[in-house]
């Protein structure tokens, strides 16, 4: 993927991941998508490196229902807990199967290895 500035500049420091997942949701208002450490082993298996920032907020992560057919309920976005890792945050509580697409992006600005 190819990202521009406003000024139609070429971006060549950011890496995007992107992918979907079903996930199973027990009345809740939250699921855990990935952790920190799945989401650096996702940039390295596409781009061959592997960002060194342990700081959550240098992720940039979005979610959202990609069967709303399935699950009727709103993705309202991500957050981060150091227990659990990145989750997607629901509208009203949750229960059953969701289908949720997600995309992470890293700027290699603060570190790759």
């Given amino acids: 993927m190819q990202l521009v500035d406003r000024y139609?500049?070429?971006k060549n420091s950011i890496l995007v991941?992107?992918?979907?997942v079903v996930k199973y949701v027990n009345n809740s208002y939250s699921v855990t998508m990935h952790t920190?450490?799945?989401?650096?082993?996702?940039?390295k298996n596409k781009?061959?490196?592997t960002p060194s920032s342990n700081y959550a907020p240098d992720y940039f992560?979005?979610?959202?229902?990609a069967n709303m057919q399935a699950m009727g309920t709103h993705v309202d976005g991500s957050m981060y807990s150091n227990?659990?890792?990145y989750l997607a945050t629901f509208k009203d509580p949750v229960t059953g199967d969701i289908h949720i697409t997600y995309m992470y992006v890293y700027d290699t600005s603060?570190?790759?290895d």
Avoid: H, R
Avoid at 17 to 20: D, E, I, K, P
Avoid at 36 to 43: G, V
Avoid at 61 to 65: D, H, P, R, S, V
């Fill in 8 to 10: 139609g500049n070429n």
């Fill in 17 to 20: 991941v992107t992918g979907n």
């Fill in 36 to 43: 920190l450490d799945q989401i650096k082993d996702m940039f």
């Fill in 47 to 49: 781009y061959g490196v």
């Fill in 61 to 65: 992560a979005e979610y959202g229902n």
């Fill in 83 to 85: 227990s659990s890792g």
């Fill in 110 to 112: 603060k570190g790759v």
